[in-house]
């Protein structure tokens, strides 16, 4: 028979589990996809990006995809979840809750007891140890981010935020030319066989206004701009983590959006489909806002590196279809 928690135990499991429900529940809420690599690069969700100057390391692999591993022209299947999600969390927590009252799916099984506690515990440390550097992160990103927004205040707009676009991309290829454009450098630096699709200054300059676009549109809960700019999953994705801020009270706005630096990965084809693989970093104001008073709950880091895929219908425009964070 399984013996009975302590108090102690008790207090420390339920610390254990509070800690890590509230890791995720952070997770992946500011910006379209932050936190997590997500979407489809057709053959190649499942090969790391080659390197570039703006992003030189390599991009976390893709965690969530409708792509097969080892599907040569992208075929769809069901999404990937994350853990924690969906009915096997249901389980998970049911199991835990039990444990608190000295029950639950391994009531029967007593020589399991207090392995369990061990991993509760260790689960613990991890979850205070990720509480901690989200705190530090946010407290050095937090007084710029403010005072910026108080300047702005929130707005009604289209972007959902005082200054829209403002200049950020508004210069053409002033972001990306650093890294995209013509003469020796560049070209040693993206070697012809990486580019297959042959992309110009045109491609260079719907890749930044759709960046600044997407991020928008996200912090304007604007579904239809949402839906135009990326593929049906990437919107899908996307809606899910709209509607995770808001059953919690909350709406991530996202404004001032400049490219700062980027390189073109890779581009290549698959049959009808064209696909070109772009590091970008950027900078932005994002806060998470509640809804109901409009008070600044969380300002989230200034800029950010990112690896955008874009794909499209030969001849037709460019949209998102996957986004990776860098390590």
């Known amino acids: 028979m399984m013996t009975p928690f302590t108090r102690g135990r008790r207090t420390a499991l339920a610390f254990g589990l509070a800690a890590l ?30 390197a570039t100057a703006t992003a030189p390391g390599a ?30 969390a249901g389980l998970l927590g049911a199991g835990l809750l039990g444990a608190l009252i000295g029950g639950g799916f391994f009531g029967g099984l007593g020589g399991i007891a207090s392995f369990l506690g061990l991993l509760l515990q260790v689960g613990l440390l991890v979850g205070v140890v990720m509480l901690a550097l989200r705190f530090f992160r946010r407290r050095r ?4 981010m403010a005072g910026a927004y108080e300047r702005s205040g929130p707005a009604s707009g289209p ?35 990486r580019d297959e699709v042959g992309i110009g200054p045109q491609d260079f300059e719907a890749f930044e206004r759709t960046l600044g676009q997407v991020q928008l549109a996200y912090g304007a809960e604007d579904a239809a701009t949402l839906r135009r ?3 049906p999953e990437m919107f899908g994705y996307f809606g899910e983590e709209i509607r995770a801020n808001a059953a919690r009270g909350l709406v991530n706005k996202i404004a001032d959006v400049k490219l700062q ?7 290549w084809r ?43 219908e030969r001849g037709g425009p460019w949209v998102v279809s996957a986004i990776q964070q860098t390590r």
């Open 59 to 88: 991009p976390a692999p893709m965690q969530r995809s409708m792509t097969q591993p080892g599907s040569s022209m992208g075929a769809p299947a069901a999404p990937q979840r994350r853990f924690g999600g969906g009915f096997f």
């Open 141 to 144: 990103a937090e007084p710029a």
């Open 21 to 50: 429900m509230a890791v995720a529940a952070t997770a992946g809420e500011a910006r379209p996809g932050s936190g997590s690599s997500m979407g489809s690069r057709g053959s190649k969700t499942y090969s790391a990006p080659p």
């Open 159 to 193: 972007g959902g935020m005082g200054g829209g676009l403002g200049g950020g991309l508004g210069g053409g290829l002033g972001g990306l030319g650093a890294g995209l454009g013509g003469g020796a450098a560049a070209q040693q630096a993206r070697p012809a066989k």
């Open 261 to 267: 630096q980027g390189d073109l990965a890779e581009s």
């Open 270 to 312: 698959e049959g009808p489909v064209d696909y070109a693989t772009v590091a970008m970093r950027y900078t932005l104001r994002d806060a998470m806002i509640e809804r109901a008073s409009g008070r600044v709950v969380e300002t989230n880091p200034p800029e950010a590196t990112e690896v955008w895929t874009f794909m499209r």
């Open 229 to 231: 700019l990326t593929t």
